[in-house]
């Protein structure tokens, strides 16, 4: 059974940090694309970066240059470094790993981001 657990979730000001983490178990990390979405109240959810087995990166504009995807293949974790967090960055964030030629695709439970003063 394939799990995915986020952590490293919380309250943070606006100029903070944070850094999320997502573990993977039951499965062969280095088949899947990872990556991280979140969704606000009220809103769709949304891609936020991914990065391949390989390590090739991929952001939404809003979090350019603020935001830094990685993973660790030997440790089947995923992360996300969250810098200059805006209230606007706001949401639950889930960790996704997806294997198109597999047809995989398996989703973590969320983590909230709360970004406020």
């Known amino acids: 059974q394939v799990q995915l657990v986020e952590s490293g979730g919380g309250l943070v000001q606006p100029g903070g940090s944070l850094r999320l983490s997502c573990v993977l178990s039951?499965?062969?990390?280095?088949?899947?694309?990872m990556g991280w979405y979140r969704q606000a109240p009220g809103k769709q959810r949304e891609s936020v970066a991914t990065?391949?087995?390989?390590?090739?990166?991929t952001y939404a504009d809003s979090v350019k240059g603020r935001f830094t995807i990685s993973r660790d293949n030997a440790k089947n974790t995923l992360y996300l470094q969250m810098n200059s967090l805006k209230p606007e960055d706001t949401a639950v964030y889930y960790c996704?790993?997806?294997?198109?030629?597999?047809?995989?695709?398996?989703w973590g439970q969320g983590t909230q981001v709360t970004v406020s003063s």
């Open positions: 990065i391949t087995s390989s390590g090739t990166t």
């Open positions: 996704n790993a997806y294997a198109p030629v597999a047809a995989l695709n398996f």
């Open positions: 039951g499965s062969i990390f280095n088949l899947y694309t």
